[in-house]
T-cell receptor, first 115, second 113 residues
Framework: DGGITQSPKYLFRKEGQNVTLSCEQNLNHDAMYWYRQDPGQGLRLIYYSQIVNDFQKGDIAEGYSVSREKKESFPLTVTSAQKNPTAFYLC??????????????FGAGSRLTVL | AQSVAQPEDQVNVAEGNPLTVKCTYSVSGNPYLFWYVQYPNRGLQFLLKYITGDNLVKGSYGFEAEFNKSQTSFHLKKPSALVSDSALYFCAVRDLENNRLAFGKGNQVVVIP
């Protein structure tokens, strides 16, 4: 089945540690995205990538980093500089960024808790 | 910048009654509009979208939405709600001028048996 796989589903981190969330897609989509979801705030865009080896900051990129070395993979690192990292993180993909009508396909999410 | 407003935090409806989830939007150009649904601890699933053409859009699971340009609204509707429709619903708008996608804060729908 085609889709997006996020791992781990649950992650606990001590303050000051970096953690990396995995996102893999087998949909052959060019564009990939990372969103953060907090209760009552909807989804906020962290980073997105339109093509391999290229990515752009979203609305809340501070304290996060990404890479796009392969078309199917778009890992997100939550660094110690992120002041409030406890949240639900969603990875998504679409055929492209440029085509406005494209629908996003989402992974099941990763819940990060800072202890 | 584009934005979406979902004015109600929670919508409660009895099973079998009509369900409406409200959404208004703001864009500088022509909008592409979307509805997604999220079940607990899951990612979002696409329900339907408006691009152009007929103002009434039909989507998955019996949902439909009506685009109203004069009221800048895109309300989601279902004629007869099911308990399994209980979930978090997100409206989203893409501004074609900058191609950015903005999500609303979401509406929790509770269908009471």
């Amino acid at each position: 089945d085609g889709g997006i796989t996020q791992s781990p589903k649950y992650l606990f981190r001590k303050e000051g540690q970096n953690v990396t969330l995995s996102c893999e897609q087998n949909l052959n989509h060019d564009a990939m995205y990372w969103y953060r979801q907090d209760p009552g705030q909807g989804l906020r865009l962290i980073y997105y990538s339109q093509i391999v080896n290229d990515f752009q900051k979203g609305d809340i990129a501070e304290g996060y980093s990404v890479s796009r070395e392969k078309k199917e993979s778009f890992p997100l690192t939550v660094t110690s500089a992120q002041k409030n990292p406890t949240a639900f993180y969603l990875c998504a993909s679409s055929i492209s960024v440029a085509a406005g009508a494209n629908v996003l396909t989402f992974g099941a999410g990763s819940r990060l808790t800072v202890l | 910048a584009q934005s979406v407003a979902q004015p109600e935090d929670q919508v409660n409806v009895a099973e079998g009654n009509p369900l409406t989830v409200k959404c208004t939007y703001s864009v500088s150009g022509n909008p592409y509009l979307f509805w997604y649904v999220q079940y607990p601890n899951r990612g979002l699933q696409f329900l339907l979208k408006y691009i152009t053409g007929d103002n009434l859009v039909k989507g998955s699971y019996g949902f439909e939405a009506e685009f109203n340009k004069s009221q800048t609204s895109f309300h989601l509707k279902k004629p007869s709600a099911l308990v399994s429709d209980s979930a978090l619903y997100f409206c989203a708008v893409r501004d074609l001028e900058n191609n950015r996608l903005a999500f609303g804060k979401g509406n929790q729908v509770v269908v009471i048996p």
